[in-house]
């Protein structure tokens, strides 16, 4: 499967963001999803994912109470919808597809999701 995100920008702190990640190439249902974001010269870290059918999320600490995941399978769409947004939250941002964890689950691992997009840059200026 192929993921495309875009969404990213500039914004001051204290807005809005939202992400979306496009998948193409294979059935969307199938993937469990995640956002993972890194930022200049740290390792890439969990932000957020959501199981198959969107039932279940999970959330990193830093970014509870102020992002929200969802997905529209029809649309095989995932996105990141960003609020309350804190300078420390630039980075580049990047959507991952996890084929093989199965119903309500969904991974904070990074190294469980099988493919990647591109990424797309957000810079949150204070």
């Known amino acids: 499967v192929q993921l495309q995100a875009f969404g990213g920008g500039l914004v001051q702190a204290g807005g809005s963001l939202r992400l979306s990640c496009t998948a193409s190439?294979?059935?969307?249902?199938?993937?469990?999803m995640g956002w993972f974001r890194q930022a200049p010269k740290k390792e890439r870290e969990f932000v957020a994912a959501?199981?198959?059918?969107?039932?279940?999320?999970g959330y990193a600490d830093s970014v509870k109470e102020r992002f929200t995941i969802s997905r529209d399978n029809a649309k095989n769409t995932v996105y990141l919808h960003m609020d309350s947004l804190k300078p420390e939250d630039t980075a580049g941002y990047y959507c991952?597809?996890?084929?093989?964890?199965?119903?309500?689950?969904?991974?904070?691992?990074?190294?469980?999701?099988?493919?990647w997009g591109q990424g797309t840059q957000v810079t949150v200026s204070s």
């Open positions: 991952a597809a996890d084929r093989k964890i199965s119903g309500t689950y969904y991974s904070l691992a990074r190294r469980d999701y099988d493919y």
């Open positions: 190439g294979g059935t969307f249902s199938n993937y469990a």
């Open positions: 959501i199981s198959r059918s969107g039932g279940n999320t």
